[in-house]
């Protein structure tokens, strides 16, 4: 840790101003004394995750967490990305037309909910092929499925259409 800039707000001053989501982040330091960091300092500071799941502890500038713009939250849960009620599966399928629609009807995951699930969780779930002459059933990640480049689609109709592709 280098010394505090002489100038600038304290950290904890900064907390008190910013309800909720200073009271988190007083939470969430480490460090011995808080008091002594401010709020736009470049100094790594020693974090833990108020998630009770989570309670992950990593380095991070006091300034990435208290920028109004883009503040960085705890990378583990990052990694998570908890799914919400505005951020799931199943309102990215809402937001995306015919693609959407037809991916929540191939979705026939026993386990998980649409709505429990992000568009890029890693989670295998299962589907199912809408294709009458298909009906292929398999798992893969909703990752894999809903990204914009190249998405993954029904490895039995790619089967099925190299079989019906004539002899070249
Ligand atoms: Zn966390
Ligand atoms: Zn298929």
Same mark, same amino acid.
Request: aromatic letters at 6%; a positive charge.
């Given at each position: 840790m280098?010394?505090?800039?002489s100038?600038?707000? !304290?950290?904890?001053?900064?907390?008190?101003?910013?309800?909720?989501?200073?009271?988190?982040?007083?939470?969430?330091?480490?460090?011995?004394?808080? !008091?002594?960091?401010?709020? =736009?300092?470049?100094?790594?500071?020693?974090? *833990?995750? =108020?998630?009770e799941?989570?309670?992950?502890?990593?380095? /991070?500038?006091? !300034?990435?967490?208290?920028?109004?713009?883009?503040?960085?939250?705890?990378? *583990?849960? =990052? #990694?998570?990305?908890?799914?919400?009620?505005?951020?799931?599966?199943?309102?990215?399928?809402?937001? #995306?037309?015919?693609?959407?629609?037809?991916?929540?009807?191939?979705?026939?995951?026993?386990e998980?909910?649409?709505?429990?699930?992000?568009?890029?969780?890693?989670?295998?779930?299962?589907?199912? &092929?809408?294709?009458?002459r &298909?009906?292929?059933?398999w798992?893969?990640?909703? /990752?894999?499925?809903?990204?914009?480049?190249?998405?993954?689609? &029904?490895?039995?109709?790619?089967r099925?259409?190299k079989?019906? /592709?004539?002899? /070249?």
């Amino acid at each position: 840790m280098g010394r505090p800039k002489s100038s600038g707000k !304290s950290f904890v001053e900064w907390c008190n101003e910013n309800g909720q989501r200073g009271a988190r982040l007083l939470l969430e330091c480490r460090e011995k004394d808080p !008091s002594k960091l401010t709020k =736009a300092s470049h100094d790594k500071a020693l974090w *833990k995750c =108020a998630e009770e799941k989570c309670r992950h502890k990593w380095r /991070a500038q006091v !300034s990435d967490r208290t920028k109004s713009v883009k503040p960085r939250g705890c990378p *583990k849960c =990052a #990694n998570r990305m908890p799914h919400s009620k505005t951020n799931n599966f199943l309102t990215w399928c809402d937001a #995306n037309g015919e693609r959407g629609k037809r991916l929540l009807e191939e979705f026939c995951d026993t386990e998980k909910k649409p709505e429990e699930l992000t568009k890029s969780s890693d989670y295998k779930a299962l589907w199912k &092929c809408l294709h009458k002459r &298909c009906k292929h059933e398999w798992s893969a990640t909703v /990752a894999s499925r809903t990204r914009s480049v190249r998405p993954a689609g &029904c490895p039995g109709c790619d089967r099925l259409r190299k079989k019906d /592709a004539p002899d /070249a």
